[in-house]
């Protein structure tokens, strides 16, 4: 090998070895032996992802905390509410002493007064990022991992005002608010024919949403109603607006109103009749109409079951004298089965009637000309609502030594409540300490995976720089014996 042959090759090494030097020297500055996508692209690739997640996890870990913070606020305004509530009562046990003269009385009740109104500042001020959390509107969505549906919901769906939890004045009974229909009707009928005798309650559950009970017992009511929409059932509709009064449509706040069915006396069948008839003595009958008067019904023809079976129609006239004044008249339709329906082109009366001895095969003599029939009909109608407000069984009233004891009751059972919903937010707060430690424990083992693919080893890369520089010095020495080994050649040729 010549000299010159020789100094290439070892020139390529020494730009190798300078190589693997400057890598080194960059791994043991930076501390990292993937940076860029050259260095290894696979590594770089999963090391990027993972810098993703972990970046998501502590965001996440932020919103935990804020979180935290939150129901911590909200805990404060509950603890705030319970004091009030136990101060409440506390005067109350105080009126419930039966030696309180009137005067005593109407100064606990102003302090219980203050007392409602500082619950209902509380519930104002206890707000986060400038949304309430007390008002029975508080729904919060926080994003507590680090991918699309890691989601911690914070929902306070009860209202804490006095009144809606029942230790309001018993003078701020809610204001009922109707959606009239085109008669002016706040409840009315909407199907007579399924309208029953009943007495019916609308107990709020909520500002928003109702309980309807009723004694209906062919077609039970539907379980709730809400405010703002229309509620239909059993023949009744109605639809209650909301007012804008935070103390209307309370918990405890109760509309009742009654319904009565249709109805129609029994047939006289022998109020007038004819000489040689033997029209019905026992017909039934059945109205689902909406108009209120006297119906008679005078046969001017005469049929048997033959003329029936044949399909053949009696010819009767009826008139109706309704609450208007005015008279109808109409035709008498007597079908097979012994069913007579009165039927004016005009209006449809609702009225059926069943003779119940029409059924006389051959006879002659069911109805004749002459024979007349009579009966009292009363449409369907709603008793109420008492439209001026209605207050529930809530409330606080201290002017009287048995209404005060009512009144304890009701703050126990907002004591009770509140209490409820501090247990919902300590829960709350504990599943929020177990996702931050849990949180906390994938940010460090994800950054651990991810150091371990792009970190550096710094004693293995500071072995490798010795080893390198000591290769690097000794390729430099061996260049410069090739680079003198040429000069002598070309000292021996200038002789």
Known sequence: ???????????????????????????????????????????????????????????????????????????????????????????????????????????LSQTVDE?????????????????????????????????????????INQSFYAREIGVGSTGDAAQATWTADSNGRNIYIADYSAVEDAEWTLEFTSAGTFNVKSTTINTPPSATGTVGSSYADAGIQF????????????????????????????????????????????????????????????ITGSGNATVISSQSQLTASFTFSGSDGTEHSGTLSIGSDGTASLIDGSWDSGITIQFSDYDQIGSTNDFVAGDSFSFDVTAASVTGPD??????????????????????AHIDKAISLVETYETILGSTSQRLNIRESSLATMIENNSAARDRIVKSDLVEEQLNLTKYSVQQQAALAMFAHATSQMQLGLSILSI
Not at 78 to 89: A, F, Q, Y
Not at 131 to 152: H, I, R
Not at 250 to 267: E, L, M, N, P, Y
């Open 115 to 155: 007392m409602m109104k500082e619950v209902d500042d509380m519930v104002k001020q206890t707000t986060w990022g400038g949304k309430a959390l007390l008002n029975g509107a508080g729904l919060f969505n926080f994003q507590t991992g680090a991918d699309v549906g890691d989601v911690t919901s914070i929902k």
């Open 387 to 408: 439209t001026s407000g209605i207050l529930g069984e809530s409330g606080v009233n201290l002017m009287s030594a048995s209404a005060s004891s009512t009144s304890i």
């Open 239 to 298: 639809q209650l607006e909301a007012s804008g009064n935070s103390t209307d449509y309370a918990v405890g706040d109760r509309i009742t109103f009654s319904s009565k069915a249709s109805t129609i006396d029994s047939v006289d069948a022998n109020r007038t009749k004819g000489t040689t008839g033997n029209a019905a003595a026992n017909a039934a009958s059945q109205y689902t109409g909406e108009m209120d008067g006297t119906f008679q019904i005078n």
């Open 1 to 107: 090998m010549t000299a010159e042959t020789q100094a290439i090759g070892i020139q390529n090494m020494l730009a190798s070895i300078s190589n693997l030097v400057a890598n080194t020297e960059n791994r043991v500055s930076t501390g990292y032996k993937v940076s860029k996508a050259s260095d290894a692209p696979a590594d770089y690739v999963i090391s990027q992802m993972m810098s993703k997640t972990i970046s998501g996890l502590q965001t996440a870990k932020v919103n935990v905390g804020n979180a935290q913070n939150l129901v911590s606020v909200a805990e404060g305004g509950l603890t705030g509410i319970k004091s009030l509530l136990n101060e409440m009562r506390s005067t109350a046990l105080t009126a419930a002493d039966a030696t309180k003269s009137g005067s005593e009385r109407a100064a």
